[in-house]
């Protein structure tokens, strides 16, 4: 079945640093990805939808600025959270559409200190 | 704006059944999806409905109705290792995935 490889699944980093997350679809193309965030018990809130070769869309009151994506090709997606600070820190997971649903990442731990 | 609002939490007992419910409304809706997820993993898909009715497999069932804006899980015979949070997922028009509130579900022997 599809694969979305992710990376890192886990990332420690200092407050006002930036951060890079890699989505790659593994045997399949992705034409749209789209981009979660989960904080402990609750569920997974949209932010964004990045599509190959044009500007993503964000929901509303996600910042595009804090979180930059890029979707270069149609086998990767990258989400950059720029000077992160601890309130930043959660569960980032992404998705992409394939032929029978949709296929997740693993999901990446972040945790800014 | 989108609601899509389902229990936050519920307990069962092994072997027993649970229905898991979803109430929705959204912009758009082009099929509704359930997904099981254990704390910090992916989603695991369960189910998917996009016509009015059961879709049943195996131990597992999904309902729909789209004029009520409503959908169910149901879960039978249940083991200890479906203690997990149950999601359900409205699919809209432009093919984004909103996922409902998650239903942290504990089983208890």
């Known amino acids: 079945g599809a694969v979305v490889s992710q990376h890192p699944s886990r990332v420690i980093c200092k407050s006002g640093t930036s951060v890079k997350i890699e989505c790659r679809s593994l045997?399949?193309?992705?034409?749209?990805m789209f981009w979660y965030r989960q904080f402990p018990k609750q569920s997974l809130m949209l932010m964004a939808t990045s599509n190959e070769g044009s500007k993503a869309t964000y929901e509303q009151g996600v910042e595009k600025d804090k979180f930059l994506i890029n979707h270069a090709s149609l086998t990767l997606s990258t989400l950059t959270v720029t000077s992160a600070h601890p309130e930043d820190s959660s569960f980032y997971i992404c998705?992409?559409?394939?032929?029978?649903?949709?296929?997740f990442g693993s999901g990446t731990r972040l945790t800014v200190v | 704006g989108q609601n899509i609002d389902q229990p936050t939490e519920m307990t069962a007992t092994e072997g027993a059944i649970v229905q898991i419910n979803c109430t929705y409304q959204t912009s758009g809706f082009n099929g509704l999806f359930w997904y099981q997820q254990h704390a910090g993993e992916a989603p695991t898909f369960l189910s998917y409905n996009v016509l009015d009715g059961l879709e049943e497999k195996g131990r597992f069932s999904s309902f729909l109705s789209r004029s009520k804006g409503y959908s169910y899980l149901l879960l039978k015979e249940l083991q200890m290792k479906d203690s997990a949070s149950y999601l359900c997922a409205v699919r809209e028009r432009d093919d984004k995935l909103i996922f409902g509130t998650g239903t942290r579900l504990q089983v208890f022997p």
């Open positions: 998705s992409a559409r394939d032929r029978n649903g949709y296929t």
């Open positions: 045997d399949f193309q992705a034409t749209t």
